[in-house]
């Protein structure tokens, strides 16, 4: 099983900032098979990027995914107050499908 | 617009059964594998299992194989989880995701959620 570590926890930044959270995966993600999540406090979890760099419909372009093999990234570029928010990486190169344990955004 | 619609979450005692529907519509439902995850209070996203478009493979995730049972029903655009021998540990909300047409998925697609609780 893959193991997905992100990191920080928590971010806490002003408006206006870039925010770059972290997805590290035990072992090679095949074929860079790497989806984020956005999740609001109650919420159901929105999709935001799959195959690591692809937005998913209706997502702004201050969104974006990089990365290959065990190391991934989302940029949010400009943070905004409405993307306070957890954000979730999930990979589905392998079975069993899994999740990382999130990234909280905070507004300073 | 996508829309699931899951139900059938509540409050359970420990070995009990409790079983979720999840409705889809505005989508061809017979022509996308359907899953379930779930997410514990304050935790993070655990895939729990998956069903092809037509209903004839399933997966478990080891913590609940032998205990859950997925199945589907195209007439009724339905996909339920039966879920018999509950522990603590399956306390949760359950949401249904649309998966892909073939292969492992992404979930562009979530339902609202049910919250399933383990407790006596």
């Known amino acids: 099983e893959i193991v997905l570590t992100q990191s920080p926890g928590t971010l806490s930044l002003s408006p206006g900032e870039r925010a770059t959270l972290s997805c590290r995966a035990s072992q090679s993600v095949s074929s860079n098979y790497l989806a984020w999540y956005q999740q609001k406090p109650a919420q159901a979890p929105r999709l935001l990027i799959y195959?690591?760099?692809s937005r998913a419909t209706g997502i702004p372009d201050r969104f974006s995914g990089s990365g290959s093999g065990t190391d991934f990234t989302l940029t949010i570029s400009r943070l905004e107050p409405e993307d306070v928010a957890v954000y979730h990486c999930q990979q589905y190169g392998s079975s069993p499908l899994t999740f990382g344990g999130g990234t909280k955004v905070e507004i300073k | 617009e996508v829309q699931l619609l899951e139900s059938g979450g509540g409050l359970v005692q420990p070995g009990g059964s409790l079983r979720l529907s999840c409705v889809a519509s505005k989508f061809s439902f017979s022509t996308y594998n359907m899953d379930w995850v779930r997410q514990a209070p304050g935790k993070g996203l655990e895939w729990v299992s998956g069903?092809?478009?037509?209903?004839?493979?399933?997966y478990y995730a080891d913590s609940v194989k032998g205990r859950l049972t997925i199945s589907r029903d195209n007439s009724k655009n339905e996909v339920y989880l039966q879920m018999d021998s509950l522990r603590a540990e399956d306390t949760a909300v359950y949401y249904c995701?649309?998966?892909?047409?073939?292969?492992?998925?992404?979930?562009?697609?979530w339902g609202q959620g049910t919250l399933v609780t383990v407790s006596s």
């Open positions: 995701a649309r998966g892909l047409v073939a292969g492992r998925p992404y979930y562009e697609y």
């Open positions: 069903i092809t478009n037509g209903g004839d493979k399933t």
């Open positions: 195959g690591a760099s």
